[in-house]
């Protein structure tokens, strides 16, 4: 899925420090993240579609990249971030 231009401004307003930071650690993963349950739910309703699936596994391992990177620099974001998508538990 592509996001819808307007949605994902609205994720780099919330995101990030302006509503031109795209490239924040932060904006990345909430844009991913939001792509993820997009895919995870179209993926439940079509089982045998594996194409997408994988693409699915690709992104979850770039968040996972992105947030791996924001532990090693910045915890207390990474706590903030996680929250906030409710990622974790």
Do not use: C, W
């Not at 579609?49 to 992105?66: I, P």
């Not at 620099?73 to 990622?87: E, G, V, W």
């Amino acid at each position: 899925m592509v996001l819808a231009q307007d949605y994902k401004q609205e994720i780099i307003k919330e995101f990030g420090s302006n509503e031109k930071d795209s490239g924040n650690t932060d904006v990345q993963v909430a844009l991913l993240t939001k792509r993820i349950s997009h895919l995870t739910e179209h993926v439940k309703s079509n089982p045998k579609d594996n194409h997408t699936r994988y693409g699915l596994l690709k992104l979850v391992g770039q968040r996972r990249s992105l947030l791996d990177y924001l532990i090693k620099n910045d915890i207390a974001r990474y706590r903030t971030l996680i929250k906030k998508l409710n990622i974790r538990k």
